[in-house]
């Protein structure tokens, strides 16, 4: 099991930019697939991005590709997710997870979730 503690949010303009921060406690965490996923109200959660343990594969929504990257650091126990052009339809509280295995787009598949984190796009 890993702990994760999501940071970064906030208000932002449209066009404006965010860098979400997830760290997580654990000597393992290198073992670790991560994720990102967001649920605005009202909706269910859904997939944002997704990177391997090793850092070398990555997935996007389409929503989100080419908008947003995904990478992680394993010496500081900590994955990213940088956010640009951002659009009012992107305000969600965004999550971080992690499993152990292959990176996947499915959330149920994620057994370690943080609290959350609170991104807003003002039009």
């Known amino acids: 099991q890993v702990q994760l503690v999501e940071s970064g949010g906030g208000l932002v303009q449209a066009g404006g930019s965010l860098r979400l921060s997830c760290a997580a406690s654990g000597r393992t965490f290198s073992s670790y697939a991560m994720g990102w996923f967001r649920q605005a109200p009202g909706k269910e959660r859904e997939f944002v991005a997704a990177i391997s343990w090793t850092g070398s594969l990555t997935y996007y929504a389409d929503s989100v590709k080419g908008r947003f990257t995904i990478s992680r650091d394993n010496a500081k126990n900590t994955v990213y997710l940088q956010m640009n052009s951002l659009k009012p339809e992107d305000t969600a509280v965004y999550y971080c997870?992690?499993?152990?295995?292959?990176?996947?787009?499915?959330?149920?598949?994620?057994?370690?979730w943080g609290q959350g984190t609170q991104v807003t796009v003002s039009s």
């Open positions: 997870a992690a499993r152990r295995g292959g990176a996947t787009r499915a959330a149920y598949e994620y057994n370690n």
